[in-house]
């Protein structure tokens, strides 16, 4: 059995929606009890409009999964968030923080959004058919 992989909020909209690549993914990794988000994602799923309809299934989901954005994952998305800006790449506040949990951890991030977190050295991308 393979580690931890963290979910980008993306992948798990779908599986929240029933529907997209998410959905077969998230599924295989709670079974495997390989799921991992972090608090970025959980903060972006608060602010979604879903989140009041299915706020007791978000929950569940994130209890006990939630990675959290401490002192070291805050300082690991800072520096992503200069080294992409001096380079011209910017990614976005929330992708930053979202690398800097995955690297704070060790961790692979699951994404459909390759092509920004593509740009962090030393995050490792998983492969979206685990």
Do not use: Y
């Amino acid at each position: 059995m393979a580690g931890p992989v963290v979910v980008d909020s993306d992948l798990v909209i779908d599986f929240l929606r029933g529907k997209g690549q998410g959905r077969s993914l998230v599924r295989a990794l709670l079974v495997e009890h390989r799921l991992r988000v972090t608090a970025v994602t959980a903060f972006e799923l608060r602010v979604g409009t879903d989140f009041l309809a299915r706020r007791e299934d978000i929950l569940r989901l994130l209890h006990r999964r939630t990675l959290p954005l401490d002192l070291n994952a805050a300082v690991r998305g800072g520096e992503v968030a200069a080294i992409l800006r001096r380079q011209g790449r910017d990614i976005g506040f929330a992708d930053c923080l979202q690398a800097g949990v995955c690297l704070r951890h060790d961790l692979p991030l699951a994404t459909r959004n390759r092509k920004h977190f593509s740009r962090v050295d030393g995050l490792q991308l998983a492969d979206l058919d685990v």
